[in-house]
T-cell receptor, first 113, second 114 residues
Framework: SQQGEEDPQALSIQEGENATMNCSYKTSINNLQWYRQNSGRGLVHLILIRSNEREKHSGRLRVTLDTSKKSSSLLITASRAADTASYFCATDFLTSGTYKYIFGTGTRLKVLA | KAGVTQTPRYLIKTRGQQVTLSCSPISGHRSVSWYQQTPGQGLQFLFEYFSETQRNKGNFPGRFSGRQFSNSRSEMNVSTLELGDSALYLC?????????????FGPGTRLLVL
């Protein structure tokens, strides 16, 4: 099964509102990253948080990481219609001497103008 | 700097055929990873190549294979196509695939198997 599970699966909000999506994972990780995907295209990297960090900001994005609960959240403040996309968390963890990257199931965000 | 490019962008094949997809990483990047994305299974890791060697592999059958050339360009091949292979195939490149690194994704190749 996938390392990361995200909720909600889908989220619909009004422009200007905040959007929060959550990611849970199963094993110990080194880092957790968030990506955005627009309508079946390639993924765009948003932010990386290391396992020894608890919070990170980038523009309108805020990511938290709770390693004790094996969970992370992505907050997008003051959302815009252009934020409409699918958002994925990705974790990397060491297994058999190499790193594997596992993506979550994704949250589909729709921002209504 | 040019981004990751993938060719072709769209492909239609029939069951039993084979297909080869190509990925050109960002200049200077030596690690290339491949992912399969489907509505049912989400994004799943296929394999990673670094310096022409497969360094990591996901849980896919042997019909899925890949290779990397000395210029870091990579190809993946799927033999004996099945209907369930219909998916968006994404490749991603990074400098050396180390853990604290961002992967840069290409636009993907959308494969439809009839």
């Amino acid at each position: 099964s996938q390392q990361g599970e995200e909720d909600p699966q889908a989220l619909s909000i009004q422009e200007g509102e905040n959007a929060t999506m959550n990611c849970s994972y199963k094993t110990s990780i080194n880092n957790l990253q968030w990506y955005r995907q627009n309508s079946g295209r390639g993924l765009v990297h948003l932010i990386l948080i290391r396992s020894n960090e608890r919070e990170k900001h980038s523009g309108r994005l805020r990511v938290t990481l709770d390693t004790s609960k094996k969970s992370s959240s992505l907050l997008i403040t003051a959302s815009r219609a252009a934020d409409t996309a699918s958002y994925f968390c990705a974790t990397d963890f060491l297994t058999s001497g190499t790193y594997k990257y596992i993506f979550g199931t994704g949250t589909r965000l729709k921002v209504l103008a | 700097k040019a981004g990751v490019t993938q060719t072709p962008r769209y492909l239609i094949k029939t069951r039993g055929q084979q297909v080869t997809l190509s990925c050109s990483p960002i200049s200077g990047h030596r690690s290339v990873s491949w992912y399969q994305q489907t509505p049912g299974q989400g994004l799943q890791f296929l394999f990673e190549y670094f310096s022409e060697t497969q360094r990591n592999k996901g849980n896919f059958p042997g019909r899925f294979s890949g290779r990397q050339f000395s210029n870091s360009r990579s190809e993946m091949n799927v033999s004996t196509l099945e209907l369930g292979d219909s998916a968006l195939y994404l490749c991603a490149s990074s400098l050396d695939g180390g853990t604290v690194e961002t992967q840069y994704f290409g636009p993907g190749t959308r494969l439809l198997v009839l």
